[in-house]
C-alpha cells in the first residue's frame, strides 16, 4: 500500500515528520517497506531561465542557449523545439542523475560547443509523459530555487499490510491507527447525503443473495469526463496508479483513500436492468485488462440484458466502462462475499485492488457513505445531475460483540495498562466500550479480524507499544535438559555437518523452478502455481539437482575450477489425485575438476561416478542407513548416463539413492559444460531406527580377542556384480564374519574369458575362544558354499 505523505495529511492532523510516521507504523505492526523522496531524485536541478537562444554553428536541430541559474550564466546546448529566450523551466547541472535514465551529467563538448548540464522535459524527471520539449514554468517562477522545493515534492510510504488487516488497505485506516497511537488527530469523514432530484431510470437488482447481498446505485447525468485534477493525478502516482480520466480516478480514489471499491458504467452502453447474478457456465467478458474470461455457475457477476459487464468485486467489463464522451454514469457500489470473490480469483487466475479488498473483508456498513463520498467527489469534478439511490438486498448488519475482561491484557499480553488507557485505544480504533465486570466491546465493521478477546489484547497491546513488553524467560526444568528436535530435524542435521565435514558446500536454492528444468528431473506430474512470482519460479521442484545444476553452471562461468555442492530440503511430488507429497532429499553435485594439475599428479583430473557413490555411502552411514544391506541395481533415470549411473536399494523397491554421471543430454540442458557427477539421497525412505530410542548411547567395549584376515580369490561371471558377492559372503557366518571388503578386481592372463576374478579380505573375530584351525575351515566352507550360489569358484 503506497500513499504520499500530503494524503496521509488530508486525513490525519498531524506535525510528525516522514522518520516519526514510519517509526511509529513499525511499532504498530504496519511494516514499512519503504520511502521514496522525490526531492532526492531531483537533487541538481534548479529553476533557470533561458537568457539567449542562437543557432549552433555546427548542427541544424540544435540551439546554444545562455542560461541563467540564480547565480552565475552557463552555456547550455539543447535540441527542444520550444526552447527560446525568457522561457523558465528547469536544468541539471553538471553532477545531476536524470531519473528516467540514470545518466550522470557532466560538462562536454557537442559539436565543439561546451553544454554545462541539460535543459529537460516532464518525462527526463518522471513528472509526465511529455518528451516532445523542455518543461515550461510560470515567468514568475523563482529562478535559482531548487526544483525540488519549488516543486513540493512529496515523499511516498510504502506499507506491507498483513492478510488480516483490511480496514488499512486505505489511507483513512492507516491515520486511524496512527491517530490511536498518538500520532495526531484524525479527521473525520464528512460525506453529506447528495440528494437525488429525478427517480434512478435504471432498475438495480440482485438475483444472487448468496453472493452479493447488497446492491446499491444511482445515476449521475451531464457529466463532463476529462483529466482529473493535479491534486488527484498526483496522489493516484504515489499510490502507483496511472491516471486515466476523471470519472475513473474518482473510483481508485475511493477504493485507495477508504478501501471502498466502486464502479462506473457508461449508461448509455447498458441495456435493461442491471443485476448481480451467478453467472451461466461458458459466459465470457472481456474484463479491462484486455482479456477475455470464461465464466462458470460459481461466479458472481453484473449483468444486463445484453449479458455480462463485470466480474463482480473483481474487474469491470471492457465495453461498459467511461470514456471521453460518456455524458451519463451508473454508480454501482456492493458488498460482496469474501469467500466467493476469493474462489472466483483463483479459478480465473485474476487480480486486481478491488478482489485484494473484498476477499479480505470489506465494511458492509460503508455502502451508503461510500455512495455519498463518490457521488460528491463525481459532482465535484465532472459537475452533474444526481438520481435517487436503489438499495437491492441488504449488507449483513449485526455487529459483532466480544466479552472483554481488562485483566487479560496484563495475562495475555505481559504489559500492565489501566483500563482507562484501554478504553481510550478501542474507541479510538472504532469500537465501542460498555463497562461493566466483563466489557462489552462493539466490533466495527472494518474489523473482520477480530474474532475473540485475544484479539482484543493484541490491539490495546500494539497501539500500547509492543516495545514496553519486557523480555520474560520461559520456565525450564532443572537438569539437562531434553532434546526437542524430532528424528527428523535430528537426520537432518546430522546429515548436514557430515556433508559439510567430507568438504561439500552447501547450496541454498529456490524450492521454484522453471518449467523446462522441473520437467527435465519429473517422474509425473508437476505442481505448477497458478500465480508465480516470475516464470522462472512457475513449477515446485521435483528434484534438487535441477536448482544444484544451475548453481553450478552460474559459478563455472564464473570461473570456480571445481564444485562439490549439495543441499537437504524436499522435494515436492503430485501423487494420485492432485495430492501433494514432501520428502526430505539431499543433493549432490560435483562438478570441474576433483584434483588439480601438478607435476606430482600429472593432468587435472574429474569426478567420477565412483565420487558420487563414496559421497553416498558415507552420507546414507552417517544417516544411519543400514550400508552393509544395500543393493547397487540400475535404473537411476533418464537424466543419468545409463553405463555409468546406479542406484543404491534396500531390497528391490525400497530406493534410498541414486547416483551416477549426467547424462550428455541433461547437461546441454542445463548448459553444463564436462562431465558432473550427482547424487541423490531420499532421506524419507531411511527406515527407522527399531526399539525405542534412548537418550545416551549404549556403552563400547572393545572385543577381547585379535580378529583375524582370510582372503579369497572366486572366478565369477563377468556381468556378475561384485557386491553381491560380497553380500553373500557376509552373510555366511554372521557369529563370526564382521566385515567383507573388496581388495582386487582382476582380468586378464590366467582368467577364462567370460570371467572375472574377485579376491576379498573377510574379517572374522572370536568371541569367548580363539580360532582352532578347525574352526577357521569351516567358516571357510561356509565361505566358499555362500560364493557358489552365484556361481563363484574358488581360484586354486
Known amino acids: 500500500m503506497k500513499f504520499s505523505l500530503s494524503w496521509l495529511k488530508t486525513y490525519l492532523e498531524t506535525e510528525a515528520s516522514i522518520e516519526q510516521i514510519a517509526a511509529t507504523l513499525n511499532a504498530i505492526g504496519l511494516e514499512v517497506e519503504g520511502i521514496e523522496d522525490p526531492a532526492a531524485k531531483l537533487e541538481g536541478f534548479r529553476v533557470a531561465k533561458v537568457l539567449t537562444a542562437e543557432k549552433h554553428p555546427q548542427a541544424d536541430k540544435l540551439q546554444v542557449l545562455t542560461v541563467d541559474t540564480g547565480d552565475k550564466v552557463l552555456t547550455v ?13 528547469v536544468l541539471g547541472l553538471p553532477g545531476a542523475v536524470v531519473p528516467v535514465n540514470g545518466m550522470a551529467l557532466k560538462v562536454a563538448a557537442v559539436r565543439g560547443v561546451e553544454s554545462n548540464g541539460m535543459m529537460c522535459s516532464t518525462r527526463e524527471l518522471e513528472l509526465g509523459e511529455d518528451h516532445d520539449g523542455i518543461i515550461e514554468l510560470p515567468e514568475d517562477a523563482p529562478v535559482g530555487t531548487p526544483f525540488a522545493q519549488y516543486h513540493g515534492a512529496d515523499p511516498v510510504i510504502d506499507v506491507s499490510i498483513t492478510p488480516n488487516r483490511p480496514d488499512c488497505m486505505g489511507v483513512y485506516g492507516i491515520a486511524r491507527d496512527l491517530a490511536a497511537a498518538g500520532l ?43 483529466p482529473s485534477p493535479q491534486w488527484l493525478q498526483d496522489a493516484l502516482k504515489s499510490a502507483g496508479q496511472r491516471p486515466i480520466s476523471a470519472l475513473v480516478d474518482a473510483t481508485n480514489y475511493v477504493m485507495l483513500t477508504y478501501g471502498r471499491p466502486a464502479h462506473a458504467y457508461d449508461l448509455a ?53 467511461c470514456g471521453d464522451a460518456t455524458t451519463d454514469v451508473l454508480l454501482e457500489i456492493a458488498y460482496f462475499d469474501p469467500e466467493r470473490i476469493a474462489k472466483t480469483g483463483r479459478k480465473l487466475n485474476l487480480t486486481s485492488d478491488a478482489r485484494g479488498r473484498f476477499e479480505r473483508g470489506i465494511d458492509p456498513q460503508f455502502l451508503d457513505t461510500g455512495l455519498a463520498l463518490l457521488t460528491n467527489l463525481i459532482v465535484e469534478l465532472c459537475g452533474g445531475e444526481v438520481s435517487e439511490i436503489v438499495r437491492a ?44 465486570d466483563d466489557w462489552a466491546v462493539t466490533v466495527p465493521g472494518w474489523r473482520p479480524d477480530v474474532d475473540g478477546a485475544p484479539d482484543i489484547v493484541e490491539e490495546i497491546v500494539r497501539i500500547h507499544g509492543l516495545d514496553k513488553v519486557e523480555s520474560v524467560p520461559l520456565p525450564r526444568a532443572d537438569g539437562v535438559a531434553k532434546p526437542t528436535a524430532t528424528p527428523a530435524q535430528a537426520l537432518e542435521r546430522r546429515v548436514r555437518r557430515a556433508a559439510a565435514a567430507r568438504g561439500l558446500q552447501e547450496a541454498v536454492t529456490w524450492s521454484f523452478l522453471p518449467e523446462p528444468a522441473a520437467e527435465a528431473f519429473a517422474e509425473g506430474p508437476l505442481w505448477v502455481l497458478a500465480n508465480p512470482i516470475s516464470e522462472d519460479m512457475k513449477a515446485m521442484r521435483p528434484s534438487l539437482l535441477p536448482g544444484l545444476l544451475m548453481a553450478a553452471k552460474r559459478n563455472l562461468d564464473r570461473g570456480a575450477a571445481s564444485l562439490r555442492l549439495f543441499e537437504i530440503g524436499r522435494r515436492y511430488l503430485r501423487g494420485n489425485g492432485g495430492a501433494s507429497d514432501e520428502r526430505l532429499t539431499l543433493g549432490v553435485v560435483l562438478a570441474g575438476e576433483k584434483t588439480t594439475r601438478g607435476w606430482a599428479t600429472g593432468k587435472a583430473t574429474a569426478f567420477d561416478a565412483y565420487d558420487a557413490k563414496a559421497e553416498v555411502l558415507a552420507l546414507l552411514a552417517e544417516a544411519g542407513a543400514p550400508v552393509d544391506k544395500l543393493q547397487v541395481m540400475g535404473e537411476a533415470g533418464p537424466q543419468f548416463h545409463p553405463g555409468q549411473s546406479a542406484t543404491l536399494r534396500l531390497g528391490p523397491k525400497t530406493v534410498l539413492a541414486r547416483f551416477g554421471m549426467l547424462h550428455p543430454k541433461t547437461a546441454k540442458q542445463f548448459d553444463v559444460d564436462g562431465p558432473v557427477a550427482v547424487a541423490e539421497l531420499f532421506l524419507d525412505a531411511i527406515p527407522g531406527k527399531k526399539g525405542t530410542p534412548g537418550f545416551a548411547r549404549v556403552s563400547y567395549a572393545p572385543p577381547a580377542l585379535q580378529a583375524v584376515t582370510r582372503d579369497y580369490a572366486f572366478l565369477v561371471p563377468a556381468e556378475l556384480p561384485s557386491g553381491d558377492l560380497v553380500r553373500l559372503v557376509q552373510g555366511a557366518d554372521k557369529a563370526n564374519i ?18 572375472k576374478s574377485l579376491a576379498l579380505e573377510v574379517t572374522l573375530q572370536p568371541v569367548e575362544a580363539s580360532y582352532k584351525e578347525a574352526d577357521l575351515k569351516a567358516i571357510s566352507e561356509k565361505v566358499t558354499a555362500a560364493a557358489a550360489k552365484l556361481g563363484a569358484v574358488l581360484r586354486g
Open 77 to 89: 546546448v539543447c535540441g527542444a523545439p520550444n526552447a527560446r529566450a525568457g522561457l523558465v523551466g
Open 184 to 226: 495526531g488527530t484524525l479527521k473525520p469523514i464528512v460525506a453529506p447525503e447528495a440528494a437525488g432530484t429525478f427517480p434512478c431510470p435504471v432498475e438495480v437488482r440482485t438475483d444472487d443473495t448468496e453472493g452479493c447481498p447488497a446492491f446499491y446505485g444511482r445515476v449521475i447525468k451531464g457529466v463532463r469526463n476529462g
Open 269 to 321: 452502453k447498458l441495456t435493461g436492468a442491471v443485476v448481480a447474478r451467478r453467472a451461466k457456465d461458458g459466459e465470457t467478458v472481456e474484463a479491462l485488462n484486455e482479456k477475455t474470461y470464461t465464466l462458470d455457475a460459481e461466479m458472481t457477476v453484473i449483468a444486463d440484458g445484453s449479458g455480462v459487464h463485470d466480474i463482480a468485486g473483481i474487474m469491470g467489463g471492457q465495453h461498459s466502462g
Open 393 to 436: 438486498g441488504a449488507a449483513p448488519g449485526t455487529p459483532k460483540i466480544v466479552h472483554f475482561a481488562p485483566s487479560l491484557v496484563e495475562k495475555l499480553g505481559g504489559v500492565t495498562v489501566t483500563p482507562g488507557e484501554q478504553q481510550r485505544i478501542l474507541e479510538s480504533l472504532g469500537f465501542s466500550v460498555v463497562e461493566a
Open 738 to 755: 564382521v566385515a567383507v571388503r573388496l581388495f582386487d578386481d582382476f582380468r586378464g592372463n590366467g582368467v577364462p574369458e567370460g570371467q
